[in-house]
């Protein structure tokens, strides 16, 4: 139940031409009237920690009530977060150059941090690489993020010059994509989010796998799409979903290779999840990560890990055709959960 000073809170921070604009939407999809959907919504907030987004994203106007306390909102997330995790260690994850340290042994890629590091040392690090990917310390979502060819400059001093004009950069290695995930979509890294918690007994425990793939051209796989993973056999199965769920765009195939995706066998899964448990170990005082793993041909490498979970886009309808949201598994790990 939502005290409140959190409503509140929420009211204070609401956006009116975003929630318009969801209602709008809400209404042509389901076919309800605004007031009804507005009750509904309401509702949700006050029961479920349902946000107006949650309830378009999780399609909660076609949910029981049953089902609907399933599903891991955005207040109830907040909460999962605060249990699991301690945000004095949140820096090692935020802080790009923190998280490479601290998980050398798991990225599996040179780094150099540029703004640190001499001209000579960031001419070395290039010329040994050619190829480089570029990226905000502190940057989340893809933000910012590029790759760089030392081929597409006079020579290197033209490179230095444009990284000078930039943000403070992490430079990387690009880690070398496996065939089988190239040929959904060669652009970007197309990572696994695997979701991984750690049980009060240090046990590290896998709930939840999305493989995401790169749009348009990107080199990054933000703002592409995701498919569920079965954790059995590393297969896919469920369509790729981009947007807010109940109203987002489905696919069925990749809209630029056109590679079909329903069955597709994602390479080294097992291994993939080995290494997200073995990583989940290093920092004890965060319990609750989604870890983006790329898969090289010579084996899966962590990206990054997410101390601050998205909660959303891996329970879309699309992907729950059970009508079934992931807190229940929460709870089952750790009995004494109380997030509702």
């Known amino acids: 139940m939502l005290s409140p000073s959190y ?6 921070g609401m956006s009116l031409d975003k929630y318009k604009d969801v ?7 389901s076919g309800m009237s605004k007031s009804a959907i507005t009750a509904d919504m309401v509702k949700c907030a006050v029961k479920y920690g349902a946000g107006y987004y949650d309830y378009v994203t999780f399609g909660f106007w076609d949910l029981t009530d049953e089902q609907r306390d399933t599903f891991l909102t955005r207040l109830r997330n907040k909460k999962l977060i605060s249990h699991f995790n301690d945000d004095t260690y949140e820096h090692l994850f ?4 923190d998280f490479n340290n601290l998980f050398k042994d798991y990225i599996k890629r040179d780094f150099i941090n540029f703004q640190t590091s001499s001209k000579g040392e960031v001419r070395e690090f290039v010329e040994k690489h050619k190829v480089i ?8 979502c893809g ?5 760089k060819n030392l081929d597409d400059y006079k020579d290197f001093d033209e490179m230095y010059r444009e990284l000078l004009q930039e943000d403070s950069w992490l430079l990387e290695e690009v880690l070398k994509q496996h065939p089988d995930n190239e040929k959904v979509y060669p652009y970007a890294m197309n990572c696994l989010r695997i979701i991984t918690v750690v049980d009060k007994q240090r046990v590290p425990h896998v709930i939840f796998a999305t493989q995401k793939f790169g749009l348009n051209g990107r080199v990054v796989d933000n703002y592409g799409f995701g498919t569920r993973v079965d954790l059995e056999t590393g297969k896919i199965c469920s369509p790729g979903v981009s947007g807010d769920g109940s109203m987002a765009i489905t696919y ?6 056109h590679y079909k995706l329903m069955g597709h066998q994602v390479p080294m899964f097992k291994e993939a999840c080995e290494l997200a448990k073995q990583a989940a170990l290093v920092v004890p005082q965060v319990r609750y990560v989604g870890w983006d793993i790329g898969i090289t041909p010579d084996g899966p490498a962590i990206v990054e890990g997410n101390n601050y979970c998205a909660h959303d886009f891996w329970q ?4 729950t055709p059970e009508k079934t949201g992931i807190l229940p598994v929460f709870e089952a790990i750790e009995p004494d959960l109380d997030v509702r």
């Open 94 to 97: 935020d802080n790009k150059e």
């Open 252 to 257: 069925d195939e990749h809209p630029m290779t």
């Open 7 to 12: 409503m509140l809170r929420v009211l204070k």
């Open 133 to 140: 990917f570029c990226k905000p310390v502190d940057g989340s």
């Open 316 to 319: 879309l309808p699309a992907q």
């Open 23 to 29: 209602l709008d939407r809400t209404a042509k999809f």
């Open 143 to 147: 933000h910012g993020c590029m790759k």
